[in-house]
């Protein structure tokens, strides 16, 4: 390991690009401070980037994500590290905080690419997409999707041949396989924490038969079928290509469900399933489309009327629980469920199936908090010290939460709770010159 | 020693050797493909024909059919007569 040690200096840390880190870290570069975003995955824009269209007013993901995401790329107070992590965090003081960023190497020299795909399009080698979540394949000379930021490239160097083709093909020479893992030390000020979440593994509940029965698929599978960039040429079922006419969605998966460890709702699997049924009644204007639900949360600004459009457009809701989902020969899936309203058990016939995964934490990061203890809630979300009066405020002095990093929370929330985080982070920072 | 520019990968090799099973994964992968492509030079097909042409299960024809498409190997073409399946046909003679 290159041990570089290189020294930098910045106002705050935010850590994770997703909405909610990308709108502090805006709002504080904004306001003068310099600010290092550190990003753990090759792109910033976190889980949004990634959506089709967004709930409840149907614009297109991307339409919004990508001027936002290129003008933190391009704000001088603003330094980026993608793939990067920070390890050690120590509060050494009011004011005074030191990280470890851990930078692994991308074996492209960034800033030299154009993005011309070339090295993708010579590259030999196919392996599983991870952005297309395992829906398609992609090369190991790859750019992660066609609006990552930076929209360059990278190399998979577990799979690679390192047969060099890459390095041949590209017309800038700004492949360098000699580059390695590179430790820097950071001062800051403080710390904002926008970690984001992670999708319940429907693996998890055998009795749904997810990964056995290929025609069942996660919300996020769908969300990427549904995008612009998607994997397929429309949507197909994974298990042989047939265009489907009769997909259910099973709400609730891997939420408010004590057997699976998780008890809370994850507030956004009722309305991003109402809307990815209103693409999919666009985009498959013959389909039938059974959402399967405990209670519909409708709770936000025009979400209420969302889900009566979603109604009135055909789709149909069921108020049952689902118990169990087999797979028939030709790929078909039987329901078992329990029709709440009649008692009953019931069992119906879908063509495809969509599982309305929840909204888990990420606690990876209060193991990086190394001198003071980063609090969890009861549920591994950050503990929010004061909720009410400061919703940013965590354990520590100086270290501020945004986002799902905290709970679940759709988009709008995600980004109130990015500019709670900057503005709270923002008087912390003057109290420090008064 | 300075290691020349565009050739860092054979550096690299010289460092350290490939695992098997990553060239291993990647003969796979060459062999579906030839085996996709010399059967779609032949006509256009669904997923279900090409499956059985090549004796291999429906989904990993998804997967590979659908890479092969995002390479530029394949285009989409029209839907079979019960509006169920895609015919998928070569483009540019398999070269992309
Ligand atoms: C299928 C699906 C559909 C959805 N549809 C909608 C919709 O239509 N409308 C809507 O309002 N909301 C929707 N949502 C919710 C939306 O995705 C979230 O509200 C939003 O993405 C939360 O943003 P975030 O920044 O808090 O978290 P994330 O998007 O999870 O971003 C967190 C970022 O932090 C990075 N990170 C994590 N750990 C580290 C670390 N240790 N170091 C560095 N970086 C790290 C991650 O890589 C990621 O980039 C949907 C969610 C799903 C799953
Ligand atoms: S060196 Fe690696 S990444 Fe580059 S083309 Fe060869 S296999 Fe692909």
Known sequence: ?434 | MEIEKGKTAKWLKEQRPVPKEVTGKLKEFTKIKKGILNALKEGDKTIPELAKILDMPQDEVVFQLMSLLKYGFVETGEMDDMDEYFYYKIKNNGKN
């Open chain 1, 1 to 434: 390991m290159q041990q570089e040690n290189r020294k930098l200096n910045f106002d705050v840390l935010v850590v994770g690009g997703g909405i909610a880190g990308g709108e502090s870290a805006l709002n504080l570069a904004n306001l003068g401070y310099k600010v290092l975003l550190v990003e753990k995955e090759l792109s910033i824009g976190g889980k949004m980037i990634l959506l089709s269209k967004v709930f409840p007013t149907l614009d297109c993901a991307a339409c919004i994500t990508t001027p936002k995401v290129s003008e933190i790329a391009r704000h001088p107070n603003i330094t980026i590290f993608t793939g990067a992590e920070a390890k050690n965090i120590t509060k050494k003081g009011e004011h005074q905080f030191e990280a470890v960023v851990l930078k692994k190497p991308r074996y492209v020299v960034v800033e030299d690419c154009t993005g011309c795909q070339l090295c993708e399009e010579a590259c030999p080698v196919s392996v599983t997409d991870e952005y297309q979540y395992g829906l398609a394949g992609r090369k190991a000379a790859f750019i992660p999707f066609s609006i990552a930021s930076p929209r360059a490239a990278a190399i998979d160097i577990e799979n690679c041949i390192l047969c060099g083709a890459c390095e041949r093909a590209c017309p800038t020479n700004c492949i360098d396989f000699t580059q390695t893992e590179e430790e820097v030390l950071v001062k800051i000020k403080s710390v904002v924490v926008a970690t984001g979440f992670n999708l319940f593994d429907p693996l998890k509940i055998p009795r749904y038969n997810y990964g056995k029965a290929k025609n069942i698929i996660t919300s996020m599978q769908m969300e990427r079928q549904l995008a612009p960039t998607r994997p397929y040429n429309t949507i197909l079922r994974p298990g042989d290509g047939k265009m489907p006419d009769n997909i259910a969605y099973v709400l609730c998966t891997g939420s408010r469900d004590k057997s699976i460890g998780n008890p809370i709702c994850s507030q956004i699997c009722c309305m991003y399933s109402i809307k990815q049924a209103q693409l999919l009644m666009g985009a498959l204007p013959m389909a039938d489309v059974t959402i399967y639900y405990l209670h519909i949360r409708a709770f936000g600004k025009g979400f209420n009327e969302f889900y009566a459009q979603a109604q009135d457009m055909g789709v149909e809701f069921v108020k049952g629980k689902v118990g169990k989902i087999t797979e028939k020969e030709n790929g078909n899936l039987m329901l078992r469920y329990e029709d709440i309203e009649a008692g009953v058990v019931k069992e119906a016939e879908h063509d495809m199936v969509v599982l309305s995964v929840g909204v888990l934490p990420n606690m990876e990061i209060s193991e990086s908090f190394k001198t003071e203890k980063l609090a969890l809630d009861p549920f591994n979300f950050v503990n929010q010290s004061d909720v009410l009066a400061s919703p940013a405020k965590t354990s520590i002095e100086g270290v501020f939460v945004a986002g799902t990093a905290s709970g679940p929370m759709d988009i709008p929330d995600s980004i109130l709770s990015g500019g709670a985080a900057s503005a709270e982070t923002t008087s912390y920072l003057r109290r420090a010159s008064l």
